[in-house]
């Protein structure tokens, strides 16, 4: 017990630095040390992070060109699969050293492309649909039957 005595004074006895306290109101109005803190900040140090950074070196402008011309990537998105097809999906993509995401993408772009392959997938995934409804409405009443014999 001595050892645990032992190491919290030495855990404790180190000094911290001091931080004023926060203002945590919703009033805008700001604690005077943090005012003390931003005025002895130079500016050129006080730019908002929010502004986006408008310097660009001469080396930095073709890349920046490039980059304006690339698609813009959008939310993630989950995607439950069935496991069999998680599988396959998965045993592709680390074989083509690509992401499922990547996969999907360029997937939907072709389907795109050909309507009547996009018909015939949307027919899948209608029944696939009608398949996962009818084992959740199962999975449900599986689970209600159980408890109701627990309770009886």
Known sequence: ????????????AKSRAKVAPRDSSLSGKRSLAADEAVSTTPPQQQRSTTEPISESTPESLPLQAELANLPKMGKRLAVHLEESVREKLMQICDRQDITPEIFFEAAFILLQDHPELLDEALENAKVRLAQRKRAGLMRRTVALMQKCEEKF
């Open 1 to 12: 017990m001595a050892e645990v005595n032992d190491i919290r004074s030495l855990l404790t």
